[in-house]
């Protein structure tokens, strides 16, 4: 089982436990999500020490304070490692007041076109800005050659088929389980088996109301996806797997 989207770096977890938790739990490979470079560093030093984790290279909306020519230098630099299997997080972000739109849509622009020029895919943080996150897809659609993720996706089922219209993957976490989350289960049902995937966002968002979130916790999200898609256990694994090797071409 996978988990593309996760966060280790100063989240306080105890290693080599953690590790080891997370391996006899079934979870085999683990993609660490950058929301800062200085996070994206921490993760490439321990995807080079263990097994089966990998990182993206990016930075998130909410964090562009001095994002500029350096920044992108730096996100070219990270994605050369081996390891680097997308830019990411990146996107848009307006839940919080008086959210910079304009740096947040350069930004956004900016680190896509890293992501093209190097043949990377893409994983996408959006939050409250749909309408902008799609504008600015379909202003890159044909360039990007290796495909996005829309990690953590919120916006309900109507909205998916205009993402799906440009190539997109989407990732489902533990609100999935919840027994309220009715538009994220309808979302779930909506997507394709072969545009599915499955994430945690730890240590955010546990299936565990009240508890820490943990790559560990994938089989328990991945039996809750099959649920609502109406299909067996092993053939949602088995769709993940094949999803995560086509979109993420440098897992190994």
């Given at each position: 089982?996978?988990?593309?989207?996760?966060?280790?770096?100063?989240?306080g977890y105890d290693f080599p436990a953690e590790w080891e938790k997370i391996k006899a739990a079934g979870v085999r490979t683990v993609i660490l999500a950058a929301d800062t470079l200085e996070h994206a560093a921490w993760h490439a030093k321990f995807c080079k020490e263990h097994e089966g984790a990998f990182f993206t290279v990016g930075v998130h909306p909410s964090e562009l304070k001095n994002f500029g020519r350096e920044t992108v230098e730096t996100i070219e630099e990270g994605?050369?490692?081996?390891?680097?299997?997308?830019v990411g997080e990146i996107g848009l972000d307006y839940h919080y007041p008086d959210p910079d739109k304009?740096?947040?849509?350069?930004?956004?622009?900016?680190?896509?076109t890293v992501a093209e020029e190097l043949s990377l895919p893409v994983q996408i943080h959006?939050?409250?800005?749909?309408?902008d996150t799609l504008a600015i897809l379909r202003e890159h659609f044909g360039?990007?050659?290796?495909?996005?993720?829309?990690?953590?996706?919120s916006y309900g089922a109507e909205n998916l088929p205009e993402f799906l219209e440009l190539g997109a993957y989407f990732s489902f976490g533990g609100v999935a389980c919840f027994k309220n989350a009715r538009r994220v289960a309808e979302s779930v049902r909506a997507c394709p088996i072969d545009r599915i995937l499955s994430e945690t966002d730890s240590p955010y968002l546990s299936p565990f109301r009240g508890e820490?979130?943990?790559?560990a916790n994938i089989p328990v999200i991945v039996e809750k996806l099959a649920e609502l898609k109406g299909v067996s256990l092993f053939e949602t694994i088995e769709a993940i797997r094949e999803n995560a090797a086509r979109l993420f071409s440098k897992l190994k």
């Amino acid at each position: 089982m996978i988990d593309v989207h996760a966060h280790f770096a100063d989240e306080g977890y105890d290693f080599p436990a953690e590790w080891e938790k997370i391996k006899a739990a079934g979870v085999r490979t683990v993609i660490l999500a950058a929301d800062t470079l200085e996070h994206a560093a921490w993760h490439a030093k321990f995807c080079k020490e263990h097994e089966g984790a990998f990182f993206t290279v990016g930075v998130h909306p909410s964090e562009l304070k001095n994002f500029g020519r350096e920044t992108v230098e730096t996100i070219e630099e990270g994605a050369a490692d081996e390891k680097c299997v997308a830019v990411g997080e990146i996107g848009l972000d307006y839940h919080y007041p008086d959210p910079d739109k304009t740096a947040q849509r350069a930004a956004f622009e900016a680190q896509l076109t890293v992501a093209e020029e190097l043949s990377l895919p893409v994983q996408i943080h959006s939050r409250d800005a749909c309408a902008d996150t799609l504008a600015i897809l379909r202003e890159h659609f044909g360039r990007m050659k290796r495909g996005f993720l829309m990690h953590c996706y919120s916006y309900g089922a109507e909205n998916l088929p205009e993402f799906l219209e440009l190539g997109a993957y989407f990732s489902f976490g533990g609100v999935a389980c919840f027994k309220n989350a009715r538009r994220v289960a309808e979302s779930v049902r909506a997507c394709p088996i072969d545009r599915i995937l499955s994430e945690t966002d730890s240590p955010y968002l546990s299936p565990f109301r009240g508890e820490k979130n943990t790559p560990a916790n994938i089989p328990v999200i991945v039996e809750k996806l099959a649920e609502l898609k109406g299909v067996s256990l092993f053939e949602t694994i088995e769709a993940i797997r094949e999803n995560a090797a086509r979109l993420f071409s440098k897992l190994k």
